[in-house]
T-cell receptor, first 111, second 112 residues
Framework: GQSLEQPSEVTAVEGAIVQINCTYQ??????LSWYQQHDGGAPTFLSY????GLEETGRFSSFLSRSDSYGYLLLQELQMKDSASYFC????????????FGAGTRLFVKA | DGGITQSPKYLFRKEGQNVTLSCEQN?????MYWYRQDPGQGLRLIYY???????QKGDIAEGYSVSREKKESFPLTVTSAQKNPTAFYLC???????????FGEGSRLTVL
Protein backbone atom coordinates (compact mmCIF):
# COMPACT_ATOMS: atom_id res chain seq x y z
CA GLY A 1 0.00 0.00 0.00
CA GLN A 2 0.87 3.66 -0.07
CA SER A 3 1.95 5.33 3.16
CA LEU A 4 3.40 8.61 4.37
CA GLU A 5 4.89 9.17 7.82
CA GLN A 6 5.37 12.50 9.55
CA PRO A 7 5.60 13.47 13.25
CA SER A 8 2.27 14.21 14.89
CA GLU A 9 3.41 17.30 16.81
CA VAL A 10 6.31 19.73 16.95
CA THR A 11 6.79 22.64 19.34
CA ALA A 12 9.21 25.52 18.82
CA VAL A 13 9.73 29.08 20.00
CA GLU A 14 9.20 32.25 18.05
CA GLY A 15 12.20 33.13 15.89
CA ALA A 16 13.55 29.59 15.84
CA ILE A 17 13.96 27.15 12.94
CA VAL A 18 11.95 23.94 12.74
CA GLN A 19 12.16 20.97 10.39
CA ILE A 20 9.22 18.67 9.68
CA ASN A 21 10.19 15.34 8.14
CA CYS A 22 8.19 13.13 5.82
CA THR A 23 9.02 9.62 4.71
CA TYR A 24 6.96 7.78 2.15
CA GLN A 25 6.47 4.31 0.77
CA UNK A 26 4.64 4.53 -2.52
CA UNK A 27 4.64 3.25 -6.05
CA UNK A 28 4.45 5.61 -8.98
CA UNK A 29 6.00 8.51 -7.04
CA UNK A 30 5.94 11.73 -9.02
CA UNK A 31 6.57 14.54 -6.53
CA LEU A 32 6.26 15.77 -2.94
CA SER A 33 4.19 18.76 -1.84
CA TRP A 34 3.60 20.57 1.44
CA TYR A 35 0.39 22.22 2.59
CA GLN A 36 -0.47 24.38 5.59
CA GLN A 37 -3.84 24.27 7.32
CA HIS A 38 -5.04 26.54 10.11
CA ASP A 39 -7.81 25.29 12.39
CA GLY A 40 -11.16 25.25 10.63
CA GLY A 41 -9.66 26.37 7.33
CA ALA A 42 -8.74 24.84 4.02
CA PRO A 43 -5.22 23.61 3.22
CA THR A 44 -3.04 26.02 1.27
CA PHE A 45 -0.10 25.10 -0.93
CA LEU A 46 3.42 25.84 0.29
CA SER A 47 5.87 24.04 -2.00
CA TYR A 48 6.47 21.24 -4.47
CA UNK A 49 9.56 19.12 -5.17
CA UNK A 50 9.74 16.84 -8.18
CA UNK A 51 13.53 16.62 -8.26
CA UNK A 52 16.09 16.01 -5.54
CA GLY A 53 17.32 19.06 -3.71
CA LEU A 54 16.19 22.14 -1.88
CA GLU A 55 13.47 24.57 -2.97
CA GLU A 56 13.33 27.91 -1.14
CA THR A 57 10.34 30.23 -0.93
CA GLY A 58 10.85 33.03 1.54
CA ARG A 59 10.98 31.68 5.10
CA PHE A 60 9.97 28.20 3.94
CA SER A 61 12.19 25.64 2.23
CA SER A 62 11.47 22.10 1.15
CA PHE A 63 13.84 19.26 0.44
CA LEU A 64 13.47 15.96 -1.41
CA SER A 65 15.65 12.86 -1.68
CA ARG A 66 13.98 10.40 -4.03
CA SER A 67 16.56 7.69 -3.32
CA ASP A 68 15.78 7.87 0.41
CA SER A 69 12.00 8.36 -0.07
CA TYR A 70 12.35 11.30 2.27
CA GLY A 71 11.62 14.97 2.35
CA TYR A 72 11.32 17.80 4.82
CA LEU A 73 9.83 21.23 5.25
CA LEU A 74 12.04 23.83 6.92
CA LEU A 75 10.45 26.87 8.52
CA GLN A 76 12.76 29.71 9.52
CA GLU A 77 12.22 32.79 11.69
CA LEU A 78 9.12 31.22 13.18
CA GLN A 79 6.17 33.48 13.85
CA MET A 80 3.11 32.87 16.01
CA LYS A 81 0.97 32.78 12.87
CA ASP A 82 2.93 29.71 11.72
CA SER A 83 1.07 27.66 14.36
CA ALA A 84 -0.92 25.30 12.15
CA SER A 85 -0.97 21.78 10.77
CA TYR A 86 1.46 20.90 7.99
CA PHE A 87 0.82 18.05 5.58
CA CYS A 88 3.16 16.34 3.19
CA UNK A 89 1.46 15.02 0.08
CA UNK A 90 2.74 12.80 -2.70
CA UNK A 91 1.70 12.98 -6.31
CA UNK A 92 1.44 9.50 -7.76
CA UNK A 93 1.18 8.21 -11.30
CA UNK A 94 -0.42 4.79 -11.05
CA UNK A 95 -2.10 4.68 -14.42
CA UNK A 96 -3.61 8.05 -13.60
CA UNK A 97 -2.44 10.94 -11.47
CA UNK A 98 -3.62 11.38 -7.89
CA UNK A 99 -2.41 13.10 -4.72
CA UNK A 100 -2.51 11.52 -1.26
CA PHE A 101 -1.73 13.13 2.09
CA GLY A 102 0.08 12.27 5.27
CA ALA A 103 -1.65 12.53 8.64
CA GLY A 104 -0.19 15.96 9.32
CA THR A 105 2.15 17.57 11.83
CA ARG A 106 0.72 20.00 14.33
CA LEU A 107 3.18 22.88 14.89
CA PHE A 108 2.90 24.92 18.08
CA VAL A 109 4.89 28.15 18.14
CA LYS A 110 5.48 29.58 21.62
CA ALA A 111 6.43 33.12 22.53
CA ASP B 1 -12.80 35.75 -8.57
CA GLY B 2 -11.31 32.42 -9.58
CA GLY B 3 -11.54 29.59 -7.13
CA ILE B 4 -13.35 26.61 -5.71
CA THR B 5 -16.81 26.96 -4.22
CA GLN B 6 -18.23 24.34 -1.92
CA SER B 7 -21.75 24.31 -0.56
CA PRO B 8 -23.29 24.02 1.88
CA LYS B 9 -20.72 25.03 4.48
CA TYR B 10 -22.62 23.23 7.25
CA LEU B 11 -25.07 20.38 6.80
CA PHE B 12 -27.03 18.25 9.21
CA ARG B 13 -28.47 14.94 8.15
CA LYS B 14 -30.54 12.24 9.76
CA GLU B 15 -29.32 8.69 9.63
CA GLY B 16 -30.49 6.88 6.54
CA GLN B 17 -30.59 9.99 4.33
CA ASN B 18 -28.44 10.64 1.30
CA VAL B 19 -26.89 14.08 0.98
CA THR B 20 -25.09 15.76 -1.91
CA LEU B 21 -22.22 18.21 -1.46
CA SER B 22 -21.60 20.68 -4.24
CA CYS B 23 -18.18 21.62 -5.63
CA GLU B 24 -17.73 24.12 -8.46
CA GLN B 25 -14.50 25.55 -9.89
CA ASN B 26 -13.81 28.28 -12.44
CA UNK B 27 -10.05 27.71 -12.70
CA UNK B 28 -10.36 25.62 -15.87
CA UNK B 29 -8.62 22.69 -14.18
CA UNK B 30 -9.14 19.20 -15.53
CA UNK B 31 -8.50 17.32 -12.28
CA MET B 32 -10.72 17.48 -9.24
CA TYR B 33 -10.64 15.68 -5.89
CA TRP B 34 -12.74 14.92 -2.82
CA TYR B 35 -11.08 14.38 0.55
CA ARG B 36 -12.46 13.58 3.96
CA GLN B 37 -10.88 14.98 7.14
CA ASP B 38 -11.73 13.79 10.64
CA PRO B 39 -10.73 15.81 13.73
CA GLY B 40 -6.97 15.86 14.19
CA GLN B 41 -6.48 13.66 11.15
CA GLY B 42 -5.05 13.97 7.68
CA LEU B 43 -6.91 14.14 4.40
CA ARG B 44 -8.13 10.84 3.03
CA LEU B 45 -8.93 10.52 -0.66
CA ILE B 46 -12.52 9.59 -1.49
CA TYR B 47 -12.78 10.05 -5.27
CA TYR B 48 -10.87 11.87 -7.94
CA UNK B 49 -11.44 12.79 -11.55
CA UNK B 50 -8.79 13.62 -14.14
CA UNK B 51 -11.20 14.51 -16.92
CA UNK B 52 -14.88 15.05 -17.63
CA UNK B 53 -17.01 11.87 -17.60
CA UNK B 54 -14.29 9.88 -15.85
CA UNK B 55 -13.50 9.34 -12.17
CA GLN B 56 -11.68 6.85 -9.97
CA LYS B 57 -12.15 5.56 -6.45
CA GLY B 58 -9.75 6.73 -3.78
CA ASP B 59 -8.83 4.99 -0.56
CA ILE B 60 -12.21 5.37 1.19
CA ALA B 61 -14.83 5.37 -1.60
CA GLU B 62 -17.30 2.98 0.06
CA GLY B 63 -20.57 4.73 0.84
CA TYR B 64 -19.87 7.65 -1.50
CA SER B 65 -20.65 8.41 -5.13
CA VAL B 66 -19.65 11.17 -7.55
CA SER B 67 -20.34 12.41 -11.05
CA ARG B 68 -18.32 14.55 -13.46
CA GLU B 69 -20.69 15.66 -16.19
CA LYS B 70 -19.11 19.10 -16.51
CA LYS B 71 -15.53 20.28 -16.17
CA GLU B 72 -16.56 22.86 -13.58
CA SER B 73 -18.55 20.58 -11.31
CA PHE B 74 -17.74 17.53 -9.19
CA PRO B 75 -20.57 16.81 -6.69
CA LEU B 76 -20.18 14.21 -3.96
CA THR B 77 -23.11 12.18 -2.62
CA VAL B 78 -22.79 10.72 0.86
CA THR B 79 -25.13 7.76 0.87
CA SER B 80 -26.84 5.97 3.72
CA ALA B 81 -24.33 3.16 3.21
CA GLN B 82 -21.56 5.33 4.67
CA LYS B 83 -21.32 4.09 8.25
CA ASN B 84 -19.69 7.11 9.83
CA PRO B 85 -20.31 10.15 7.61
CA THR B 86 -19.80 12.92 10.17
CA ALA B 87 -16.67 14.71 8.95
CA PHE B 88 -15.19 17.73 7.19
CA TYR B 89 -15.26 17.31 3.41
CA LEU B 90 -12.80 19.14 1.17
CA CYS B 91 -12.98 19.51 -2.57
CA UNK B 92 -9.97 20.54 -4.65
CA UNK B 93 -8.99 21.15 -8.23
CA UNK B 94 -5.45 20.72 -9.50
CA UNK B 95 -3.27 22.85 -11.72
CA UNK B 96 -2.05 20.44 -14.37
CA UNK B 97 1.21 22.33 -14.88
CA UNK B 98 2.36 22.74 -11.27
CA UNK B 99 0.43 19.98 -9.49
CA UNK B 100 -0.81 22.50 -6.93
CA UNK B 101 -4.16 21.69 -5.34
CA UNK B 102 -6.60 24.51 -4.79
CA PHE B 103 -9.11 23.77 -2.03
CA GLY B 104 -12.60 24.97 -1.32
CA GLU B 105 -13.56 26.15 2.17
CA GLY B 106 -15.01 22.74 3.00
CA SER B 107 -18.37 21.32 3.99
CA ARG B 108 -18.92 20.13 7.54
CA LEU B 109 -21.45 17.28 7.65
CA THR B 110 -23.02 16.17 10.92
CA VAL B 111 -25.26 13.14 11.16
CA LEU B 112 -27.82 13.40 13.93
Amino acid sequence: GQSLEQPSEVTAVEGAIVQINCTYQTSGFYGLSWYQQHDGGAPTFLSYNALDGLEETGRFSSFLSRSDSYGYLLLQELQMKDSASYFCAVALNTGGFKTIFGAGTRLFVKA
Amino acid sequence: DGGITQSPKYLFRKEGQNVTLSCEQNLNHDAMYWYRQDPGQGLRLIYYSQIVNDFQKGDIAEGYSVSREKKESFPLTVTSAQKNPTAFYLCASQDGDTGELFFGEGSRLTVL
